[in-house]
Every structure is written in C-alpha cells, then in structure tokens.
C-alpha cells in the first residue's frame, strides 16, 4: 500500500508510527485510517516488533480529530461506513499482540483522543489538550470515546467531556487518569522509547499474555477474569521464555528471551 498520510520507522524491535497531515494538524480522513488498518495489521503479525510508538507528526498535534472536511458531505450511509473504519483502526491498536503507547505531543480531540484511547499506555507532553468536541459538531464520537472514555477515568468524568464539548490540558488529564505522566515536549519521544525499551527486555510472550489478561479480562466479572488469568499463567509455562528467566533469575544473570 502506498503510505502518503502516516509514516511507520523501525528502530530495533520498536516501531514508531507517525500520523503525518501536520497542515490539517493530522486529522484523519478515510485514507489516513486506511494506511493505519493496513500498518497495525501487517505490525501484528511482526514478530521482529515488540512494542509500538503511535505520535502524531509537527509540535502542535497528536490527532486534532477525524476530518471535519471529509465528513462535512456525508450521508448516514457513509457515517456508517467511515464509522466502521475507524472502530477498525481503533480495536486493531487495542487488540495489536504488542504494548502501544500514544505520544501524545498535542491536541488530541474528537478521533485523536479516541486513539489514545485505544493505546495501553499514554504519555503527554505539556502542550498537549484533549477533549471529545463532536457535540460542538452536532455528532457524537465515533470511534469509540463514549465507550472507552468513561471505562478509563469514570462515568461522571467522562460526561463533563463529552458533553462539555471543551478541552483539558495534560495536567487535568493526568489528575483523572487518562494519561500516565506529562513529560516536557522535547523530551516525550525519548521517554516513549526508555518505557518502550523497557518493555522490550522482558518476556515478550509474557508481556502478550498480560495485554490479552487486561483487555480480555475487563471484560468479564472478577471470577471468570481470575479463571481467565490462571489459564493463561499456566499457558506460559509451556513456553520457553519461561524457561529461559527463570533459570536467568537463579543463575544470576539477564535472560535472552526468544519470543517462543
Ligand atoms: N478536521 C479537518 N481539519 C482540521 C481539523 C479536523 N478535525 N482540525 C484542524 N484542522 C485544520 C484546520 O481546518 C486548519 O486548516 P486550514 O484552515 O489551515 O486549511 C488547520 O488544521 C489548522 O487548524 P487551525 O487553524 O484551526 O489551528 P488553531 O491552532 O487555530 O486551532 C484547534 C487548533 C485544534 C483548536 C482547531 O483546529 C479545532 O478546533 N479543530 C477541530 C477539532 C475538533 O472538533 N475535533 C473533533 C472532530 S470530530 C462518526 C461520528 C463522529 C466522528 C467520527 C465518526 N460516525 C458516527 C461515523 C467525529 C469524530 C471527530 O473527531
């Protein structure tokens, strides 16, 4: 597939993908969550990726919304349509076998903040701000904010922002949850990359196995989830990751883990 609205670089086992309309601060159309299907896709079947950066391109945004000017024409029809790929993208980065973590180094609104949503991990930089402002628009969000918003910081809190309409600065954001920490600007790529690193030198099997826990688990009732937790636990000891740190552990030295 030919990429012109999003960019995708591999450093080692992490993979940076960078939404890239900074003229339209990199609000996506129909082709920008098409590249991004197609990139997600081909990434989680990437067995040489094992954690992946999600950034928007410039120093303004991180995603400033789906495209006002691509949706201002449609039809309910073709609502539906642009709806269902963006749900796509959006359980494609939630549902990715490898830890995503949103850099979010601007705006991130309406789709943009969807997104970061859909991310396991968020970092922010000073600057960023975020909302939910399709009411402003007369539409409700589409990918998936009135869903996942309130799962993350709370019903009540979610409400004020999707109704509000307005916008809350990383700080605000960090206070309720919906990002991790809030890092300097200059320094939120690098930050992104020591967690990513990070991530990188553990079980990589493991780290697959905790995402399905979490994001399968939330799902269920406690009981079923802990029953859930168990099969997956023992799971890994058939694995030879297992094998393999745990004898690093007791022979004092750092595993080499093989993915397998
Ligand atoms: N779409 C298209 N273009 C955008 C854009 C967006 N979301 N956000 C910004 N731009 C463009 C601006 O039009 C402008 O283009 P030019 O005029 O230069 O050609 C350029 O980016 C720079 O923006 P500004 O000149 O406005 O920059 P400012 O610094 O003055 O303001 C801003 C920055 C982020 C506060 C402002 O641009 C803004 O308010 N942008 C819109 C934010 C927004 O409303 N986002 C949510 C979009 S709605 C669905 C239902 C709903 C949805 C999807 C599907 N289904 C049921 C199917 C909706 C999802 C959304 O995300």
Same mark, same amino acid.
């Given at each position: ?22 003229? +339209?601060?990199?609000? $996506?159309?129909?082709?920008? =969550? ?8 081909? $990434? ?6 094992? +954690? ?21 024409? $449609? ?9 269902? /790929? ?28 969807? /997104?970061? /949503? ?5 970092? +922010? ?34 409400? @004020? ?10 700080? @605000?954001?960090?206070?309720?949850? =919906? ?12 930050? #992104? ?6 991530? #990188? ?8 196995? #905790? ?23 023992? =799971? #890994? ?12 552990? $007791? ?10």
């Amino acid at each position: 597939m030919n990429m012109t609205n999003i960019l995708v670089e591999q450093d080692g086992a992490i993979v940076t993908v960078t939404i890239n309309r900074p003229k +339209a601060l990199n609000a $996506l159309n129909k082709e920008t =969550l098409e590249e991004m299907h197609h990139s997600f896709s081909a $990434l989680g079947k990437d067995r040489s990726v094992q +954690a992946v950066i999600v950034t928007g391109s410039g120093e303004k945004a991180f995603v400033a919304g789906a495209d006002i000017s691509y949706m201002q024409s $449609l039809d309910a029809a073709a609502g539906k349509v642009f709806g269902e /790929l963006g749900h796509k993208v959006m359980a494609t980065v939630e549902n990715l076998p490898q830890p995503v973590i949103a850099a979010i180094n601007g705006f991130a609104l309406g789709g943009g903040c969807e /997104l970061a /949503l859909a991310c396991d991990i968020r970092l +922010a930089s000073v600057n960023a701000k975020f909302g939910q402002p399709e009411v402003n628009l007369g539409v409700i969000p589409g990918f998936g904010g009135t869903q996942r918003l309130p799962r993350l910081v709370g019903k009540g809190l979610a409400n @004020e922002i999707l109704f509000g309409g307005g916008m809350i600065d990383a700080e @605000e954001a960090c206070r309720i949850g =919906l990002v991790n920490r809030v890092v300097p600007q200059d320094t939120l790529l690098d930050e #992104c990359r020591i967690l990513a690193s990070k991530i #990188c030198s553990r079980g990589p099997l493991a780290i697959r196995l #905790c995402k399905e826990a979490v994001n399968n688990g939330m799902e269920m009732d406690l009981k079923r989830a802990c029953a859930y937790e168990k099969d997956l636990f023992a =799971l #890994c000891f058939a694995s030879e990751d297992q094998k393999e740190g745990m004898a690093a552990f $007791l022979e004092k030295r750092t595993p080499n883990f093989q993915n397998k």
